[in-house]
């Protein structure tokens, strides 16, 4: 009897060791709710990833068929409610505004919402390349469609609470950039397409969480309107808000920083070839920097705006252009209503002096600040040190949008494999297969690295996302 006690108290011990560990390890997880892990868009998981650079070439990949290409990259819940189940899962949008969760151990496709009207534009150049993101809550998640809407969909089962319109021309103006979230409020921008097909304009919205109201619009032209202007009521077209990150939150104050593409320029009303800051409403400008030389800008089709701010510190911003210039500026320069043209602080060669079509990533350590960048021909890092961008390594090897997670740094070759450096060095730790692509970025969380393959361009109804974890 006294040997039965013992066994049932052994197993009872057991069992609450195993519910233990298996809240301990729910409780270390760590979502990415959005493009660039912060509103900030830093690019930098400041969490250990549970991969080491030891790990990186023993990683064993799961690949999931997808309906559709998801062209950007994927967010991250750990513990989420799906189906009445814990799931793991990451969330993709393709190109053709299929959103769908899938199991982050299992590659199972746990929901998957359609937009009305799917098959209207599926197959067509008319796409949508924005990262969808999750609502703090962990409720809810946003995502864009082709249809130039914005809908929040529930994470547990995919439907649709809301759906709104954030443009009245949907098929000259693309949701481009990943969406961003902030004090409750959806954050979404707007551009063109391929060949600048006018017109149209881009803008800033700002939507309620909530229940779904469009709060407030910012036009890039045109921009002493505040609402959804119809494009072709507006004499100038252009200046899309495109880059990959869309509108970056500021620490603290919630102001909003976006660069525009080409376009005309009076700093008043039209902000071609500029870099805005916005107060988190979006409803003016309240800093702005323009370049010299933004009519030959305008002109060449060299888009200040194919990269969006980067915030380096509090106080310097990073902007990248189409070209092959990235710009050091003082934020405080740029604040006032004035016209601000000129005035950078320090400009340097994009890696390979090519056009900067990605979104830098910033890595904050004790020893300083870094910034990586990547361009179809080339890698590189600059540490920041008295108030300037000091390159410390440079390669040959093209990347999208670099990401700094577990101490190392992942960069995509669009040509296919992902490329993992040591950051302070450049030196190369391992490259994993994976197909080509074109703005698709990874992210490195919870001992899982995923990366959606393809290319937006290819007009594709199916698709491929990688997904590596330790054997």
Not at 9 to 35: E, M
Not at 177 to 198: E, K, M
């Amino acid at each position: 009897m006294r040997t039965l006690r013992l066994a049932v108290l052994a197993l009872t011990l057991l069992v609450v060791a195993c519910a233990s560990g298996r809240a301990a390890a729910a409780s270390s997880g760590h979502d990415w709710p959005r493009f660039g892990w912060d509103a900030r868009r830093s690019s930098s998981f400041p969490f250990p990833t549970g991969i080491t650079a030891a790990d990186v070439s023993r990683l064993v990949r799961r690949q999931v068929r997808l309906p559709g290409t998801a062209d950007s990259s994927p967010i991250y819940l750990h513990d989420a409610t799906i189906g009445g189940a814990v799931h793991d899962a990451f969330f993709l949008t393709t190109t053709y505004g299929i959103t769908v969760a899938v199991d982050a151990s299992s590659g199972e496709v746990l929901w998957q919402w359609t937009p009305p009207g799917y098959g209207t534009w599926a197959g067509s150049p008319q796409i949508t390349t924005a990262t969808p993101v999750a609502d703090p809550g962990r409720r809810w998640l946003y995502a864009a469609s082709p249809d130039g809407r914005i809908q929040k969909l529930s994470v547990a089962d995919g439907h649709a609470a809301w759906r709104v319109a954030i443009t009245t021309l949907p098929a000259r103006e693309k949701i481009a950039s990943a969406l961003n979230f902030d004090r409750g409020h959806v954050i979404a921008t707007t551009g063109g397409y391929y060949g600048d097909q006018p017109p149209y304009q881009g803008h800033v919205a700002i939507l309620d969480a909530r229940g779904g109201r469009l709060l407030h619009v910012w036009n890039s032209l045109c921009s002493g309107r505040h609402v959804l202007i119809a494009p072709a009521s507006c004499p100038s077209s252009g200046s899309a808000i495109w880059g990959r990150a869309g509108a970056v939150v500021v620490p603290g104050s919630g102001n909003l920083l976006v660069a525009t593409g080409n376009g005309p320029w009076n700093g008043r009303t039209d902000w071609g070839d500029s870099t805005l800051l916005l107060p988190p409403d979006a409803s003016r400008p309240i800093g702005n920097y323009t370049p010299a030389n933004n009519e030959e800008l305008n002109r060449t089709d060299a888009d200040l705006g194919s990269s969006s701010p980067v915030l380096l510190t509090s106080t310097l911003v990073v902007q990248g252009g189409k070209d092959g210039k990235i710009r050091l500026l003082s934020l405080a320069r740029l604040k006032g209503s004035a016209a601000h043209r000129d005035h950078e602080l320090q400009v340097v060669s994009t890696p390979s002096g090519a056009d900067l079509f990605t979104a830098p990533a910033v890595w904050r350590t004790s020893s300083g600040v870094w910034l990586f960048a990547a361009d179809n021909g080339g890698t590189a890092a600059w540490r920041l040190k008295g108030g300037r961008l000091h390159r410390v390594w440079r390669n040959r090897h093209g990347g999208t949008s670099p990401v700094v997670a577990g101490g190392l740094l992942w960069v995509v070759d669009p040509g296919g494999g992902l490329r993992v450096y040591r950051p302070a060095t450049g030196r190369a730790v391992a490259t994993l297969a994976a197909g080509p692509g074109h703005w698709n970025s990874p992210i490195v969380v919870d001992g899982r690295v995923a990366l959606p393959e393809g290319n937006a361009n290819d007009h594709a109804t199916t698709g491929v996302l990688d997904i590596w974890r330790t054997p």
